[in-house]
């Protein structure tokens, strides 16, 4: 009995009262480290599992799920500053309170006024306190609120709640506030990210809103990227990767000759130039330096723009200009000529007048009849170079085109026939009227007639002979056209030049004979008309241009 109560007695006080407490220690502390630990691999885990495209709410609901196993936690939030206002960015478990505005009253801004950590007990009477109807909704008791820092500044706020009062200790408020510091790091990085992506996503947009293609070249000639407007040159964007802009864009084996992008990088500045293609397209091509943070230029940015249409138009303009003037002339020569020549005209009559009444028929009255004829004759053709340059104010009637090449001849046979060219027309008999502005027809033959005069202008060695001639014909679908031909036994248009005779400013004439306009600008009339001009040329042989024009609607001839 004794001995049981000696050993009771040692237990209680003396040393094996020591050891026990001893081991509770170092069991509680073992277990606390166990705790630490565990947050701490939490704490990484998290660090590797949130990735920066994931959202607020995605980053928080990871957070949420690996708390219990560290940290009693029935409410997770965070809660960040927008223009000076607290406002619930992400809430697990989800609830309807995101984006809500916690009010200036509540004791959570105590964290952003203070930046330090805080644990919370909340009272029943709370709500009644601070009026803070979000704590009184989550009927949380305990409460951990950690600020979050990013470069030193306050953005918001970390939450952490339990339904049980006086539940938080320091040590958990110590964690709480290391999870807030990685969650800020979280926090900043997807902002950061998202902030590079609204750039990145802003910059493809305005890259593909342009209306042009947008080339992005390295410097060793390789197409980087494009926008969406490539379809010129490409089907789709896979055809791009590897491809050199020379073989892309221009169809050469080799850089070009007169590079511009060696311009750009030599120069550091940007650069335009022209570039015709075989097709006659026009494209205006700029050129734009890139450079990197140390301003060195890593690419140059292409900008193509095709400019036909505007390059037509401004031939159209020049040929206008030049019949301004020449309708100006021919005013000032028309008034100046039509008053003698009346006179001529008339004294001429009187004299045959009297020679009539006088009923004498000699040679004087020949000579006076060939005054009055050439007179005439001088007056219509005075007439009809005012009209020709007048032909603006004319507007689409049912037209004959042999009485338009009637009307061209009047203009150009002298031209002609006084460069030794026999000139023949065979008129179509009944050919149907077609729907246009004939004096804009008269300016397209004129131009056919004028360029055989100068493809004959050489010697040949044999009868230099220009046809025209009026037919009409039919297509596969019923519908007909009517033509007009004129043709020429000059050394005719060197193959590499055909495709090439319509573009605006081309000519193989000499700078004096020519400016390049003239096929350019036929062209366009007969499109405005809904026809075309088709070519036949035979090097040596000579060269057939033909305006196609349809005939009018509901004519039956």
Not at 340 to 357: F, K, S
Request: charged share 25%.
């Amino acid at each position: 009995m004794f001995e049981n109560k000696r050993k009771l007695i040692e237990n209680l006080t003396g040393v094996n009262s020591s050891k026990l407490n001893y081991y509770l220690e170092l069991k509680e502390i073992n277990k606390l480290i166990e705790l630490q630990n565990s947050r701490l691999a939490i704490i990484n885990q998290l660090a590797k599992d949130i990735n920066i495209d994931m959202s607020f709410t995605d980053i928080l609901d990871r957070v949420y799920d690996k708390l219990p196993a560290v940290i009693k936690c029935d409410f997770l939030a965070i809660a960040l500053l927008e223009n000076d206002e607290l406002v619930l960015s992400a809430v697990s478990p989800k609830t309807g309170y995101v984006g809500k505005t916690i009010p200036a009253s509540s004791v959570l801004w105590e964290v952003i006024d203070t930046g330090e950590n805080r644990a919370y007990d909340l009272p029943e009477a709370y709500c009644d306190l601070v009026q803070d109807g979000l704590l009184c909704e989550w009927d949380l008791r305990s409460l951990t609120v950690n600020p979050l820092f990013v470069q030193g500044k306050v953005i918001g706020i970390l939450i952490i709640g339990n339904l049980v009062w006086h539940h938080y200790s320091e040590a958990d408020l110590s964690f709480s506030a290391q999870l807030a510091d990685q969650l800020a790091v979280c926090i900043a990085n997807a902002r950061l990210y998202k902030q590079v992506l609204r750039g990145k996503s802003e910059w493809e947009e305005t890259f593909s809103a342009v209306s042009e293609p947008i080339f992005l070249v390295d410097l060793n000639y390789n197409i980087l990227r494009g926008n969406e407007h490539f379809t010129d040159f490409v089907n789709s964007p896979a055809e791009i990767e590897g491809k050199k802009c020379y073989e892309l864009l221009w169809g050469k084996a080799a850089k070009c000759e007169d590079c511009f992008l060696e311009t750009v990088v030599g120069t550091s500045k940007a650069a335009y130039y022209q570039k015709q293609l075989d097709s006659g397209t026009i494209l205006d091509v700029f050129c734009y330096p890139v450079v990197n943070e140390h301003n060195e230029i890593y690419a140059v940015i292409q900008q193509i723009k095709d400019v036909t249409e505007r390059e037509k138009m401004k031939a159209q303009l020049v040929q206008s200009a030049k019949l301004a003037a020449i309708g100006e002339m021919a005013a000032g020569v028309a008034h100046e000529l039509n008053n003698p020549m009346t006179v001529m005209i008339g004294n001429a009559q009187l004299l045959l007048r009297e020679l009539y009444e006088k009923d004498e028929d000699d040679s004087t009255s020949e000579i006076l009849q060939d005054i009055v004829s050439c007179g005439l004759r001088c007056k219509k053709i005075i007439q009809n170079l005012l009209s020709f340059s007048r032909q603006d104010s004319y507007p689409y009637t049912s037209t004959n085109l042999n009485d338009v090449v009637e009307h061209a001849l009047s203009l150009t046979k002298y031209q002609i026939n006084n460069n030794n060219i026999d000139i023949t027309f065979a008129a179509a008999k009944n050919i149907p009227p077609v729907f246009a502005n004939t004096h804009q027809l008269e300016q397209v033959i004129i131009n056919f007639l004028l360029n055989a005069r100068d493809a004959l202008d050489t010697d040949l060695g044999r009868e230099k002979c220009v046809e025209i001639l009026t037919s009409v014909r039919e297509d596969e679908l019923g519908h007909r056209w009517a033509m007009v031909s004129v043709r020429d036994n000059g050394p005719g248009i060197l193959p590499e030049n055909l495709t090439k005779i319509f573009n605006p400013f081309f000519t193989s004439k000499e700078a004096s004979k020519g400016t390049g306009l003239g096929l350019s600008v036929s062209l366009g009339i007969a499109q405005a008309h809904n026809g075309t001009i088709e070519v036949d040329s035979e090097t040596g042989r000579g060269s057939k241009f033909t305006l196609v024009l349809p005939v009018e609607e509901n004519n039956t001839e």
